[in-house]
DNA sequence: TCATGTCCATAGGCTGAGGCTATCGAGCGG
DNA sequence: CCGCTCGATAGCCTCAGCCTATGGACATGA
């Protein structure tokens, strides 16, 4: 049985005409004639009564036609959604990130490739760099924006950088600037007000880390928000707070943002996704925006 | 897109293996690689992600996976739909047949058809010969047994002459033989008791002008009844009838038995389908089991 | 009655799809 | 570092399916 032959069956069954079935499906007459005989002696039934000018299915036809249709239907939708997903008209984005990276790259981003691609489900999952690579080994994210170096022994992941973000000091615009020269080094901060993210922010660790290279511990005046929420907190004059650049210029009404004084301190941003299975087609696409704005 | 593809396909998507997958389908590697290329290669997309030692479909490929599934059981099913009617362990024979045949022919055929081919469901119309000709134009018959000649000008149904049957007068046992001889002349019909059928028999038609013929018109005593109505009234010594000899015979409890003095009257019985509709294989085969049994 | 037209079946030739074997090449494990 | 596994590639061969040309059955009109 084959989908021509099913066609042609189908043709004729509702030309109830061969020689006109035959221009229908763009055949010629015998060689519809030969396929719609292969199938009937593949089935071992006759399908139409033969007779001059009255073309018949017979009970063996009836009963192949409605299936025959069935198959043919779904044959058709199998290649429209197929294609569907391949050229992004639908489709699904599981993508993880960070907390501080869905403030700042992303909404841009997202909005652009929304824009782009409509049909585009995007899903997205905030949690810490360990969460995220655990659930990328999973198969339950397709991709992840992580701050590198990642946490664990990255199992089977592909990482691409994407860019780097110096961090900077924001304090409310009321107060003092903090730190000398405009510019903040990493020994002011101790016994600075500062005010922290909640545990499973990379921007805690990695602060918290640079004041201990520095050999002291920092202290917190308010500790465990989101980033809103430390922004909120800074710019009411609770404390200072270590965030990226990015994100300082986007909230900048009613904070100061001054550098961190040489070396400061960076994180690089970067893509992940497992190494073993190719990401479906609009992870890649979002991968491809994401890429590009990065550079940009 | 072709049947073999989808097989492949979805023995590669449970098989997770292309080696085994192609051990499975009975066909080389190569040729099952080569299938699935060209089906990914139509489709526009990837439908595995092939690393090493862990196949994986890719999005398009779940979407491919529940269509080709369904395709490949709707084939299975037309297959085995198809074979069952043409091995005749399904299937249904609409016939047709003049009321008196009903009660002659048909029983024992039928049983013997039934018990053979107990899948085929059997719908009898009872009916005069206009009707059942004009039913099996209309298409709503597959085959009828009715009573040469035909009384339309048949249109284009075939007719298969089966037995001929002579005609015998009944009368009650309780009462004298009628006729001389032996014996019963049409002419000694007339100013007989005669019982006669409802109006659609063709034996009503038969007799009445066999009188005529002789040039009276029969007298009935009660008329309009069935077959086993007609028995019952003869038997009860209302009057005589006219029936086929076989039917005469099988209801001889309290009925006489008189032949028709030469010539007599014979009917003959045959099989009438469409010419220009094969009738469908179990109609065929009822065809086949009546001629057999009406030569015997 | 014969010529003509219609329409499906058959015949014969050609091309390409799909099968096979042999082999390559990448990645993993000992 | 070598060998093994496994999918991809190459090259060849056969036959399935398409084509054109023609046959044959039936209907219609002169």
């Not at 652009?112 to 905030?126: C, T, Y």
């Not at 009321?174 to 005010?195: K, M």
């Not at 200072?240 to 009613?254: D, K, Q």
């Amino acid at each position: 049985m084959q989908f021509q032959q099913l066609t042609y069956f189908v043709a004729v069954a509702e030309a109830r005409h061969f020689t006109r079935a035959a221009e229908e499906v763009h055949v010629s007459q015998p060689s519809l004639s030969q396929q719609i005989r292969a199938l009937e002696s593949e089935l071992g039934a006759e399908l139409f009564s033969r007779a001059r000018g009255n073309i018949t299915l017979t009970d063996a036809g009836e009963a192949l036609l409605p299936l025959a249709r069935r198959i043919l239907a779904d044959a058709d939708t199998a290649r429209h959604e197929v294609q569907e997903l391949a050229q992004l008209r639908r489709g699904r984005v599981r993508l993880g990130a960070t907390p501080s990276l869905c403030t700042g790259l992303l909404p841009d981003v997202l909005r652009a490739f929304h824009d782009r691609h409509p049909g585009i489900q995007l899903l997205l999952e905030e949690g810490g760099s360990l969460d995220l690579v655990r659930e990328l080994a999973r198969g339950a994210l397709d991709l992840a924006l992580v701050v590198l170096p990642l946490p664990a022994a990255s199992p089977a992941l592909t990482t691409v950088e994407l860019l780097q973000e110096d961090l900077v000091v924001v304090s409310s615009a009321g107060a003092p600037r903090p730190g000398r020269g405009g510019r903040v080094r990493i020994a002011d901060l101790q016994g600075a007000p500062l005010v922290m993210f909640r545990h499973g922010y990379d921007l805690r660790e990695l602060t918290v880390a640079a004041c201990r290279a520095e050999g002291f511990e920092p202290s917190f005046t308010v500790e465990g928000g989101e980033m809103d929420a430390v922004l909120g907190f800074v710019r009411a004059g609770l404390g200072i707070a270590v965030v990226p650049s990015m994100v300082a210029v986007r909230s900048g009404h009613g904070l100061r943002t001054t550098p961190l004084a040489r070396p400061g301190l960076r994180r690089t941003i970067a893509l992940a996704h497992r190494s073993d299975v190719a990401p479906p087609r609009a992870a890649r696409e979002l991968q491809r925006v994401l890429l590009a704005a990065g550079r940009a």
